[in-house]
């Protein structure tokens, strides 16, 4: 490794959501992996959650600094503590949140003249983060949080002119390497019209356009067509270095890399230890998908109705407050799937469980972690959407993979899913878990699957891309001397 990469220091700066700040403390590991001094930057409450994972980290040898920052939750009109975008419930509290994070430049800025670090990797949500690096002559790095076939959707439709679109027709986005048409019902009414939040979307694309580049966690045999198409026709300098969570090789760094779990990890092992292997439903909606009582009840009939062994993740702000009036759960439910079924309130170790054998297919949100973890376990999918880059996921494991089913679900929803039956769920369940539809998409899931992995040993796309990218950095100059 030659001096200059030896001595450089990268701050993180991930958007104040799960979903963005687990993959960025992998990205973090990954580069002092290779000797780099890492910083994540984040809230105090944000770094108090992700203690423990950034805690393991260190015991394992990688030096993984973090610095808090304080987020102005009141002074936007939003609760004291509100720190993440989890907690936010309503869309104008949404505006709020942004206009917040808004507020972090300065801080920041600071930080950054405090501890001079020569690269920034700030997420997309921080559009002003290209204009902070500019001004200390180090490179901005964006990382979304997503994939390539999202960011090529979502740049071609900031060009286009969506007032006229209907919901009932589908809207044909030119130029991508499939045919890919969108109902009109699954892009958000802010991009319809001019709208505070569409302004946003499109500064971000043009701080982006102007970054050194972008990050992206995922690996080039999943979307070959699409990383050419970002890099090549779309002109954005882009490296794929994902799937980034394979840097955790231990149980126990799989166990304890996202939030507390709610379920001891060894007990869960144990669980699916005694389970025939593909024979157990994983299902689980990330951390930002809210479903009502009358919607948890139809999941849990559907699974009870299918006969099919199951771990099912609600999280607890999806429940009511009382443990004792669980009006979500049919009468005499866990008793009757005793055995059978394993229902865990709260977060669960989701990377372990989906790479246990016993594990044969998953019921997801499609938010970009979650399939980005099943295909590099070869497990295949049960879609259900429902905001984001959820539905081009969905596409690109039902549609272009071939290792997933879709629940049936067209309409974004932010603040509350489409609804769906006991009986659809039940079908779709079996459909994914027993027959020979099942065991194909199993067989192209598994090899999938080892393609993810090869992709970050020494040789592969991912492992290059990185190296790359470091050796790039490796020729930039320092922090300049501020006056």
């Known amino acids: 490794m030659d001096t200059k990469t030896s001595q450089s220091h990268i701050f993180f700066f991930p958007y104040l959501s799960h979903g963005h700040i687990i993959p960025v403390i992998d990205m973090a590991k990954l580069f002092a992996s290779k000797g780099i001094k890492t910083t994540i930057v984040s809230t105090p409450h ?11 980290s260190r015991v ?50 600071q930080l950054i003249k405090q501890h001079r670090p020569n690269c920034l990797v700030a997420d997309i949500y921080f559009p002003w983060a290209t204009g902070v690096a500019a001004r200390f002559g180090i490179p901005r790095l964006v990382f979304h949080g997503t994939n ?25 986005i030119p130029n991508l390497p499939h045919e890919f048409k969108i109902p009109g019902n699954q892009i958000p009414e802010f991009m ?37 198409h970002y890099r090549n026709v779309l002109g954005i300098k882009a490296w794929h270095i994902g799937p980034t969570f394979l840097c955790h090789k231990e149980i126990e760094d799989k166990a304890q890399r996202g939030l507390a779990n709610s379920i001891d990890g060894h007990e ?19 951390s930002m998908v809210k479903f009502d009582d009358a919607q948890l009840m139809e999941i849990a009939l559907g699974l009870e109705a299918s006969g099919q062994q199951f771990i099912w993740v609600v999280k607890k702000d999806e429940k009511n ?16 799937v005793e055995g059978r079924g394993l229902v865990i309130r709260g977060w669960a170790p989701q990377v372990q469980i989906l790479e246990h054998v016993a594990v044969g ?18 497990v295949p999918m049960v879609t259900w959407p429902a905001f984001a880059d959820q539905f081009h996921n969905e596409k690109l494991v039902t549609q272009i993979l071939g290792i997933g089913v879709g629940v049936g679900v067209s309409n974004w929803a932010r603040f509350g899913g489409e609804k769906v039956k006991s009986e659809t769920i039940e079908k779709v369940v079996k459909q994914i ?23 970050v040993v020494e040789g592969g796309s991912s492992y290059n891309d990185l190296n790359g990218l470091i050796a790039e950095l490796g020729i930039l100059p320092l922090l300049p001397t501020l006056n």
């Not at 982006?208 to 979307?223: A, C, M, Q």
């Not at 979500?328 to 008793?335: I, V, Y």
Request: hydrophobic letters at 35%.
């Open 46 to 56: 944000n770094l108090s959650l992700f203690s423990k994972a950034i805690e393991r």
């Open 148 to 172: 390539f076939i999202s960011q090529s959707v979502s740049h071609h439709l900031m060009k286009m002119d969506l007032t006229q679109v209907s919901d009932s027709e589908p809207l044909l």
């Open 192 to 228: 319809k019209q001019e709208s505070e939040l569409k302004r946003f979307g499109q500064s971000a694309a043009e701080s982006e356009r102007s970054s050194y580049g972008v990050i992206v966690n995922s690996f080039y045999e999943i979307e070959p067509a699409y990383a050419d």
């Open 361 to 378: 297919g998953f019921v997801t949100h499609c938010g970009w972690n979650s399939t980005l973890e099943a295909v590099s376990a070869g």
């Open 433 to 455: 878990m027993v027959g020979e539809e099942a065991e194909e998409m199993r067989s192209r899931a598994k090899k999938l699957g080892e393609v993810a992995r090869k992709s």
């Open 321 to 336: 407050d009382h443990e004792s009036n669980e009006d979500w759960l049919p009468e005499g439910f866990e008793k009757r």
């Open 60 to 109: 394992s040898g990688f030096e993984i600094g973090v610095l808090a920052i304080k987020f102005p939750a009141v002074e936007v009109g939003l609760p004291e503590g509100c720190q993440s975008a989890h907690m936010v419930k309503k869309y104008e509290d949404l505006q709020k949140f942004l206009k917040a994070t808004a507020m972090l430049e300065q801080p920041l800025e």
């Open 268 to 286: 869960c092992q144990k669980w699916l230890d005694s389970k025939k292997p593909s024979s157990v439903i994983y299902v689980s909606f990330g």
